[in-house]
């Protein structure tokens, strides 16, 4: 709103000239039609529930995960952290690797027993045809040569991932205890896999077969970038953030296959690098 004051112009009589006249002016924004239009079909999309994000598992126990991700999150920062980076610090990363790589060869079972259980017979070949050049040429698995030299990639297959193939449904969210995210299926199928791992069939006591797991899970932690301290610094809420990144990651694994090789069309050997040692 616009007020000004009207004034008689000089040289008219003292009354003309004492005389104020306020004059009222509306001014109208020319852009205030289409504003209010933008706001209300802004407020519109906001209002239709069809937009609201899905959640991609159902997280009935939410409760109960979150307590059990805060003590695994602590767990994470003073416990199993430090015990990897004091590990890193004295064991070389090489040799760190290499016990990665035998502990991913000796789980070629878990792999190619899937892969056939999902009828996905090039990706049973690839994981024999690994183990079999990872056993002799890798010396018993501790160097990846069928990934280095010859270009065969490892498949990730496991039992959960064959019920997803299936059409079973993963059931709802779960946080377990040390071992972080999983879901009903998931954990189902983690416990079905563990029949085929061999170090169950090894003359091992418990504490024996719990302590070469804790070694696996510690070397695997001791080669992370910090993942997890990425995420819980970048996160508003790294729990949500956490369950939604599993259940994509799970839904991508059994929607489609996550490496598919012809194992005839890469090169067996090159004899110009071909290095065990290397």
Not at 15 to 41: G, H, I, K, R
Not at 242 to 247: D, F, G, L, T
């Amino acid at each position: 709103i616009l007020v000004g004051s009207v004034f008689a112009a000089p040289g008219q009589n003292e009354s003309e000239n004492s005389q104020n006249t306020v004059v009222e002016v509306s001014a109208v924004s020319p852009d205030a039609d289409f504003d209010d239009d933008f706001d209300d079909d802004f407020d519109d999309d906001f209002d239709n529930d069809d937009t609201a994000p899905e959640r991609l598992i159902a997280d009935p126990l939410e409760p109960f995960n979150r307590g059990v991700f805060w003590v695994n999150d602590k767990l994470y920062f003073y416990l199993f952290k430090p015990i990897a980076n004091g590990y890193g610090s004295v064991v070389p990363r090489p040799a760190r690797v290499s016990v990665r790589n035998f502990f991913s060869n000796l789980a070629t079972p878990i792999r190619a027993g899937n892969a056939l259980l999902q009828l996905e017979f090039r990706s049973f070949g690839t994981e024999i045809y690994r183990f079999v050049i990872n056993t002799t040429f890798g010396i018993g698995g501790l160097f990846d040569t069928a990934g280095s030299v010859a270009g065969v990639k490892k498949t990730p297959k496991d039992f959960g991932q064959t019920m997803g193939v299936y059409h079973v449904g993963p059931g709802f969210y779960l946080v377990l205890p040390i071992v972080g995210p999983s879901s009903l299926r998931d954990a189902t199928g983690s416990f079905v896999d563990s029949f085929a791992d061999p170090l169950r069939y090894a003359d091992l006591s418990t504490r024996d077969y719990l302590a070469i797991k804790f070694l696996e899970a510690e070397n695997r932690l001791s080669l992370d970038h910090d993942t997890y301290e990425g995420v819980v610094a970048d996160s508003l809420d790294p729990y949500l953030f956490i369950r939604s990144a599993y259940a994509q990651l799970r839904e991508a694994h059994i929607s489609k296959n996550t490496y598919d090789v012809n194992m005839f069309d890469q090169p067996v050997f090159n004899a110009d690098e071909l290095n065990p040692l290397d």
